[in-house]
């Protein structure tokens, strides 16, 4: 079967795709036909029911529901990485409203969060994403609000932020901030959609376990060729939501949608707006806190050494002598790695096996070497 998808060609959806749509993983028959193009014309596309599958805009499925359902893997939803509202001077955001603002287009999440935040300030125009901060150089409009690599490089323009949109966002409601979301076709059936999402979330924790293996992709479409930038941009985008929408997740859509909806901005929401996805694991805790923590994967690391100085290939009866009375012994699946893997730049396989494949736990009531 043969599907037309549509992402975006910034590093976070070039980084989740690559190996589904290159064949670097089984995709159980699938083939994807892809279009790279900027959000606004993502949703516009959309609009005309051209893709079988695409990111969105979360504010723009407010019109899609009733011809496409959201999928369980490759949303970008988190917090700290919402839309920025910048301008070339200072300005506090109840000083906006009679002010000309640059948005990346009418049905972005960025719009409708300046919507929400300013509702008086509705003097707009619409740009390309990465035109903005150009923009307000230019003095074509007096603030604007950016997305994507922008929110990394304004600054060196000397522009300033007004107000983060995201952290207006998590103050008003405390959940993560919706900003765009993987869809798919009604048309196409229950059992397609969710093999679909298999294969989607099978290329996120391969681009995850090898994010080198992406870097032609990556770069080759990045807006901003700064290697920095763009593994920052990635680093913030691509999060455990992107792996498992989840019932966190799903309850940062249903809010923006009923906020919005209160406020006159939506209309209402109908009931079955996702993929139902029975019998799917949640991103399991300890990897949520590598996603938050990036400085637990030092100490899991260090872990992980002493582990296999130990055992470098099998536990045998004099090594038992080293062990002083565990209570619990993990026996995994082939204990060595079969690299080191410092400096790699890509998930250990160790921590793969751990998180994602299971080990057996034997726990012992009495004294271990009884």
Not at 127 to 149: M, P, Q, T, W
Request: hydrophobic share 40%; aromatic share 10%.
């Amino acid at each position: 079967m043969k599907l037309k998808i549509g992402f975006s060609p910034c590093p976070n959806d070039t980084f989740m795709f690559d190996a589904m749509v290159h064949h670097k993983i089984d995709t159980e028959g699938l083939e994807f036909d892809y279009i790279l193009a900027d959000i606004e014309e993502l949703n516009n596309r959309a609009f005309k029911a051209v893709t079988d599958v695409s990111k969105v805009s979360s504010h723009a499925f407010a019109y899609l529901a009733d011809n496409y359902r959201i999928l369980d893997s490759g949303s970008a939803l988190g917090f700290g990485n919402g839309p920025l509202l910048i301008a070339r001077d200072h300005l506090k955001l109840d000083e906006i409203d009679d002010l000309l603002i640059a948005i990346p287009g009418r049905f972005t999440t960025a719009n409708l969060l300046l919507s929400i935040a300013r509702p008086g300030a509705v003097n707009r125009k619409e740009y390309l994403f990465s035109d903005i901060a150009e923009a307000l150089l230019r003095k074509e409009a007096d603030a604007g609000v950016i997305i994507h690599e922008s929110r990394f490089t304004y600054q060196k323009s000397g522009l300033v932020k007004i107000a983060d949109l995201g952290e207006y966002w998590e103050n008003l409601t405390g959940l993560p901030i919706p900003l765009g979301n993987i869809v798919i076709n009604r048309r196409i059936n229950i059992k397609q959609a969710l093999t679909v999402n298999r294969v989607i979330r099978r290329s996120i924790e391969f681009a995850l376990e090898n994010p080198s293996s992406s870097h032609d992709f990556v770069s080759e479409n990045a807006k901003e060729m700064d290697g920095d930038v763009v593994r920052n941009h990635i680093k913030l985008y691509v999060n455990e939501y992107s792996v498992y929408l989840g019932q966190t997740g799903r309850r940062a859509l249903t809010e923006l949608y009923r906020i919005a909806a209160d406020k006159g901005l939506v209309r209402e929401m109908p009931a079955d707006l996702f993929l139902e996805v029975h019998g799917v694991e949640p991103v399991p805790l300890i990897l949520q806190l590598l996603f938050l923590y990036p400085e637990f994967l030092e100490l899991l690391l260090q872990i992980h050494d002493a582990l296999c100085g130990l055992f470098t290939h099998r536990l045998e009866r004099d090594t038992l002598g080293l062990l002083d009375g565990p209570d619990q012994l993990l026996l995994f699946h082939g204990t060595d790695t079969g690299y080191s893997p410092h400096g790699q730049g890509h998930f250990p396989q160790f921590l793969y096996r751990l998180f994602f494949q299971g080990f057996l736990l034997f726990h012992f009531p009495v004294p271990f070497r009884e």
